[in-house]
């Protein structure tokens, strides 16, 4: 039976000799399989900066450096072109300061704090409350 939600996802990665790398996913709430879907994330060094992509497909609970997901909330389908402008104007990290400095105050923003904040956006204005 087909729904017109998505079940939204804080998604982690295990990276080598780095913190966990983090992305959003979006699952259509009929789906069986909840490790497949729409994917969104900021990727690359902070220092060079960081490149938002969305993927309309990924099979993320499937790839080797999966760690796990985390259900945060669901949404309209019909929500989705504003989820997306949303997470659009959210500037990936970048700061310099990442290849000069080893404890840099205040600290650097990384792919973590763009998806929280993106999240914290998406939930207060497209879920129904």
Not at 99 to 125: G, H, R, T
Request: proline residues 7%; aromatic residues 10%; negative net charge.
């Amino acid at each position: 039976m087909a729904t017109d939600t998505y079940n939204v996802y804080h998604v982690a990665f295990r990276q080598q000799n780095a913190p966990d790398h983090v992305a959003i996913a979006l699952v259509p709430t009929e789906n069986s399989d909840q490790g497949t879907g729409r994917f969104y994330h900021v990727h690359g060094d902070v220092g060079l900066g960081m490149e938002y992509e969305g993927r309309p497909g990924y099979s993320f609970a499937k790839t080797k450096s999966y760690k796990g997901s985390t259900f945060q909330f669901t949404f309209p389908k019909s929500e989705l072109s504003r989820f997306e402008e949303i997470a659009q104007q959210h500037k990936p990290p970048h700061d310099e300061r990442a290849l000069m400095e080893s404890n840099p105050d205040p600290p650097i923003q990384n792919c973590s704090d763009w998806v929280n904040d993106v999240l914290a956006e998406v939930n207060e204005k497209l879920t129904v409350h």
